[in-house]
């Protein structure tokens, strides 16, 4: 089936190792997007990206890295996980047009000790 | 600058009664107003949008907003409220003429709790 799929869904790691969260959808949509999700302070987005090879930073983009080499790929890495990262992670999709809803994934629940 | 405020963190109501999640918005141009819902241990889903035209909205599982441009708010509603309503909703604005690097990006609320009891 189409979709977003987003992997694994849930992680635990320490402080400082590297973790990658991986994002693939199906439907070819030109945008993707990572948002966290804490208690009391809602969605904050920490990338996007308009196509394949284009990014940008959101609100919160500090101590995470992004690619994406393929249209259909887009991984968040977190380069030295720190417990403030602790956190559900979001990935979405929406087509190129304005007025298109995001379409997300079902989350990935990080645990930074 | 774009903003989206929920008012309430939370919303309780009885079964069958109607329902009303508050939304308020801030954009500096033309709004784009969506709503989704999040069950627990899932992805937020898309509910319903607002771009032009008729100021009432009707989208997914009976849910309806109402568009007021001169309270700049986009209220979600249902008539009879469901048990399997309860979840967490989650009001967004994009701006249709937003600049630079925020061009089409998706701000959001924090999000109300709606309590649906039997």
């Known amino acids: 089936d189409a979709g977003i799929t987003q992997s694994p869904r849930y992680k635990i790691t320490e402080t400082g190792r590297q973790v990658t969260l991986m994002c693939h959808q199906t439907?070819?949509?030109?945008?993707m997007f990572w948002y966290r999700q804490d208690l009391g302070h809602g969605l904050r987005l920490i990338y996007y990206?308009?196509?394949?090879?284009?990014?940008d930073k959101g609100e919160v983009p500090d101590g995470y890295v992004v690619s994406r080499s393929k249209t259909e790929n887009f991984p968040l890495t977190l380069e030295s996980a720190t417990r403030s990262q602790t956190s559900v992670y979001f990935c979405a999709s929406r087509q190129g047009t304005i007025n298109s809803p995001l379409h997300f994934g079902n989350g990935t629940r990080l645990t930074v000790t | 600058a774009q903003s989206v405020a929920q008012p309430e963190d939370q919303v309780n109501v009885a079964e069958g009664n109607p329902l009303t999640v508050k939304c308020t918005y801030s954009?500096?141009?033309?709004?784009?107003l969506f709503w989704y819902v999040q069950y627990p241990n899932r992805g937020l889903q898309f509910l319903l949008k607002?771009?032009?035209?008729d100021n009432l909205v009707k989208g997914s599982y009976g849910f309806e907003a109402e568009f007021n441009k001169s309270q700049t708010s986009f209220h979600l509603k249902k008539p009879s409220a469901l048990v399997s309503d309860s979840a967490l909703y989650f009001c967004a604005v994009r701006d249709q003429w937003g600049r630079g690097s925020t061009l089409g990006r998706l701000y959001f609320g924090r999000g109300t709790q709606l309590t649906v009891w039997p």
């Open positions: 954009v500096s141009g033309n709004p784009y």
């Open positions: 607002y771009i032009t035209g």
């Open positions: 990206s308009a196509a394949a090879d284009i990014t």
């Open positions: 439907w070819s949509h030109s945008y």
